[in-house]
Each structure stands twice: as C-alpha cells, then as structure tokens.
C-alpha cells in the first residue's frame, strides 16, 4: 500500500498571504489528523477529520482550518500567515476511528518570510 | 491537563551500549502509549504502542513497558547501532480522544562507531 503523501514538500510564503496543505492519506483509512512540528513547541495537534467531519480540534487560533472530502483526502489552510507559522506540518491517517496506531506523512516544510 | 514528559537530550552513545529514554505520562482515563521515531527530514513512524497496563510494546529491538503505577513508558534497547540515530517521541492516546496524539519534546539519540 502506498503511504501518506503530502503535496507540496516545501512552500515559501509570505506574511499575510493564504497557504492549502494536501494529504491523501493510506487507501482505505478514514481519518485525516493533523499537526505542526516546530522547534519551540514541539508537535501539537491541529485538528482530526474522520468522514468529512471534524471531531476534534487542538488549541489554534482561526486562521487555521481544514476539511476532508469524500475520498478521504484532506486540506488544511492557514489565512492571514504570520512569521510564527513556519514550521513542519505533518499528516497522519488512520484507519480506526478510536485512537490506535496513525501513519504519518514526510511533512511540508512552510516558511513564511 | 494530560501531558507527556521525556527525558531531554542528546542523549549521546556508543555502538553497542544500551539505551533508555525515560516517559511519564499524565492522563485520565486509560490513555494508549506509543513510541514514534523520527529520521533527519523524515515524518514520524511507529515504533511501537501498548494500549492497556503491563503491556509491553516491542520492534526492531527496542521495548517500552506501560506501567500505570508509575505512569511510565521507558523505551530501552540492548545494543545500539548508528542507524538507529533519530529523535524519538513518547506520545499518548486518550481513550474517546478521536485520534489525537499528545507528543513529549522528543528525545534526540546519536550513536557512534
């Protein structure tokens, strides 16, 4: 089976501009998680989607959204970025809809400038 | 809240020697323990997980014990290899928490020839 893929690997934006993040997660897996990775506060969940709905949500202002579609591929985007939003945004999927083993993608890199 | 402590790193080895990165945990409820390991520009893989007390997790040489008494999730190794140079993330899974994984800092382990 294929593995969790994000598109794109490495984005450069800049402040105040709008970024969408792409993960098609393992074929037959429901649930799309997603976290930020950065060196200060280490990795924090973003939200989790499981069907299209979205069940659970961490500790991030607005500007950070997502959605799932029928196909089990997920976006996330992020408005307004500011320079704290650089980091390593990373997918991982599911195939249970309770809390068991999740596979993660290789990540996209944002740098925002 | 629930939370993950690790034990801070570099934790520094030689090829061979034995390993222990140390985990605590704080949940309520019956939380599942993981392990997950990450390679330099890599996203996260499974190491290993243990989902209810005095279950151990094991893979690739590396074990963890859950230990509810003493809410722990020591990951230990017998013999290092270079190859096994990554950081490693203790994570919890809440039982009803939709996929959401809470991650410690991450412990970074080097070994050398």
């Known amino acids: 089976k294929a593995g969790v893929t994000q598109t794109p690997r490495y984005l450069i934006k800049t402040r105040g501009q709008q970024v969408t993040l792409s993960c098609s997660p393992i074929s037959g897996h429901r649930s799309v998680s997603w976290y930020q990775q950065t060196p200060g506060q280490g990795l924090q969940f973003l939200f989790e989607?499981?069907?299209?709905?979205?069940?659970n949500k961490g500790n991030f202002p607005g500007r950070f959204s997502g959605r799932q579609f029928s196909n089990s591929r997920s976006e996330m985007n992020v408005s307004t970025l500011e320079l704290g939003d650089s980091a390593l945004y990373l997918c991982a999927s599911s195939s249970s809809g309770q809390t068991y083993e999740q596979y993660f993608g290789p990540g996209t890199r944002l740098t925002v400038t | 809240g629930d939370s993950v402590t690790q034990m801070e790193g570099p934790v520094t080895l030689s090829e061979e020697a034995f390993l222990t990165i140390n985990c605590t945990y704080t949940a309520t409820g019956y939380p599942s323990l993981f392990w997950y390991v990450q390679y330099p520009g890599e996203g996260l893989q499974l190491l290993l997980k243990a989902t209810k007390a005095d279950d151990k997790g094991s893979n690739k040489g590396f074990e963890a014990t859950y230990r509810k008494e003493t809410t722990s999730f020591h990951l230990e190794k017998g013999s290092v290899q270079v190859s096994d140079s990554a950081v490693y993330f203790c994570a919890l899974g809440l039982s009803g928490g939709y996929n959401k994984l809470i991650f410690g800092a991450g412990t970074r382990l080097a070994v050398h020839p």
């Open positions: 989607y499981f069907s299209e709905t979205q069940r």
